[in-house]
């Protein structure tokens, strides 16, 4: 699916630091979510409050996606990683050394997570900027598999904290980011394409291009729906189907690996077929999907099955998404990435704490799975409603001259 001469352009290097910094920075982001059984266990949480601890970290990354995109227009994405890396980093030990036992503590934890979760508005600026515009797909898509790293935190996670307590989880996840943190210094490297830079006002200039924020609502619904999934289909597990911690880890990590593993593909498909026809196809059945898995079927494999396909389809959808937006704003890719990443952390948000207040007031997570069905088949109207008018202007522009959209 990746074409050969792939191989020969950019800078590998590069491109691994990205993927590796952006995976192990997943791993720690969503960590309270595969935690959260155990956790709330010990303090005593209801739903809601589970839901929102799980979905705290996913709206500062949200937030915190803008900044980083700005500062890696102004300073370059390397030492922008750097710094977010060193704040999780602390933020993680500190916790770690005071041990706190109360629910303030966790969601301060959350803020400071949300540094992670901001890693995407460093790794994908980091990668594209070495690759021409026939290869945005794959590139952005391998820099963007590092969402795996979601399922390092669902496999291992639940385990070690049956073994060691949920504390010293997070103190043993600053491991991993130290040793990214090793590589991406010593394998990172800016382009040197970098494109001049602008004031602050000028990146935000972007604002006033409807453009942007179609792709802010694609991505809320694609990296939206896949985040929110990934922070709680371990309390989700647990609560339809009365598996155990550890078991719920286990199938959440199916669900993930398959929505991460798909995002070059995603990516690869777009670059040949065109990011507007993959997209399309994909949010019509992620919204089956969602629709479908919200009457809370009785049987866990046919539950599984069907967050396992719902999850494909967001994961390709992301790399979608991303070999369609440098061909658009390829001078502006810092700030437009930070922006759209923001809006899919905020998905991500509202899916996870929906889903919490909707077992909590109506005893059934479909309400909360359906609204968020309607917003794929909101995406994907919007999408039919502009796909002409981006073929037409895109390739008149010559922005897409080398690549299909």
């Given amino acids: 699916m990746i074409a050969k001469?792939?191989?020969k352009a950019g800078h590998w290097p590069?491109?691994?630091?990205?993927f590796f910094y952006f995976d192990m920075s997943f791993m720690v982001w969503i960590l309270l979510g595969p935690l959260a059984v155990q956790i709330s266990s010990d303090l005593k949480l209801d739903a809601a409050q589970k839901g929102f601890m799980v979905a705290l970290p996913v709206l500062l990354g949200a937030i915190l996606r803008v900044i980083n995109g700005i500062l890696v227009e102004m300073i370059g994405p390397k030492r922008t990683g750097?710094?977010?890396?060193?704040?999780?980093?602390?933020?993680?030990?500190?916790?770690?050394?005071?041990?706190?036992?109360?629910?303030?503590?966790?969601?301060?934890?959350?803020?400071?997570?949300?540094?992670?979760?901001?890693?995407?508005?460093?790794?994908?600026?980091?990668?594209?900027?070495?690759?021409?515009?026939?290869?945005?797909?794959?590139?952005?898509?391998?820099?963007?598999?590092?969402?795996?790293?979601?399922?390092?935190?669902a496999l291992f996670a639940p385990a070690l904290a049956a073994a060691f307590g949920w504390h010293n989880v997070i103190g043993l996840a600053a491991l991993p980011l130290l040793l990214a943190l090793i590589a991406y210094l010593l394998m990172a490297k800016d382009s040197p394409n970098r494109p001049p830079r602008k004031s602050l006002r000028q990146y935000l200039d972007v604002l006033r291009e409807r453009d942007a924020w179609w792709f802010m609502l694609y991505y809320s619904v694609?990296?939206?729906?896949?985040?929110?999934?990934?922070?709680?289909?371990?309390?989700?597990?647990?609560?339809?189907?009365?598996?155990?911690p550890v078991v719920a880890g286990y199938c959440t990590a199916l669900c993930v690996l398959a929505g991460s593993m798909?995002?070059?593909?995603?990516?690869?498909m777009s670059d040949r077929f065109g990011g507007i026809t993959v997209l399309s196809f994909l949010y019509a059945i992620a919204a089956t999907a969602f629709v479908l898995v919200s009457f809370g079927f009785a049987q866990l494999w046919l539950g599984l099955g069907i967050l396992?396909?719902?999850?494909?389809?967001?994961?390709?959808?992301?790399?979608?998404?991303?070999?369609?937006?440098?061909?658009?704003?390829?001078?502006?890719?810092?700030?437009?990435?930070?922006?759209?990443?923001?809006?899919?952390?905020?998905?991500?948000?509202?899916?996870?704490?929906?889903l919490g207040l909707s077992k909590q007031f109506t005893g059934s997570?479909?309400?909360?799975?359906?609204?968020?069905?309607?917003?794929?088949?909101?995406?994907?109207?919007?999408?039919?409603?502009?796909k002409n008018r981006w073929r037409a202007t895109w390739t008149a522009a010559g922005s897409t001259a080398p690549a299909r959209i």
């Fill in 82 to 153: 750097t710094l977010s890396q060193c704040i999780v980093i602390c933020g993680l030990a500190l916790f770690w050394v005071l041990s706190p036992q109360n629910y303030g503590a966790l969601l301060a934890l959350g803020l400071v997570l949300g540094f992670a979760g901001a890693s995407f508005a460093v790794a994908l600026p980091l990668a594209s900027r070495w690759y021409p515009p026939q290869y945005q797909g794959a590139a952005l898509g391998i820099a963007g598999a590092g969402n795996s790293g979601t399922v390092f935190a």
């Fill in 222 to 244: 694609t990296f939206g729906g896949f985040s929110g999934l990934a922070s709680s289909l371990g309390i989700y597990f647990n609560a339809q189907y009365g598996l155990s």
């Fill in 5 to 7: 001469d792939f191989f």
């Fill in 262 to 268: 798909a995002r070059p593909l995603g990516g690869a």
């Fill in 365 to 386: 997570y479909q309400i909360g799975f359906l609204t968020f069905a309607l917003l794929a088949a909101l995406a994907l109207v919007v999408l039919h409603s502009v």
């Fill in 308 to 354: 396992f396909i719902g999850m494909l389809a967001l994961g390709m959808g992301n790399g979608a998404v991303f070999q369609l937006v440098p061909q658009r704003f390829g001078s502006e890719i810092g700030i437009v990435t930070g922006l759209v990443g923001m809006t899919g952390g905020i998905g991500g948000f509202y899916l996870a704490s929906s």
């Fill in 14 to 18: 590069t491109l691994f630091a990205a």
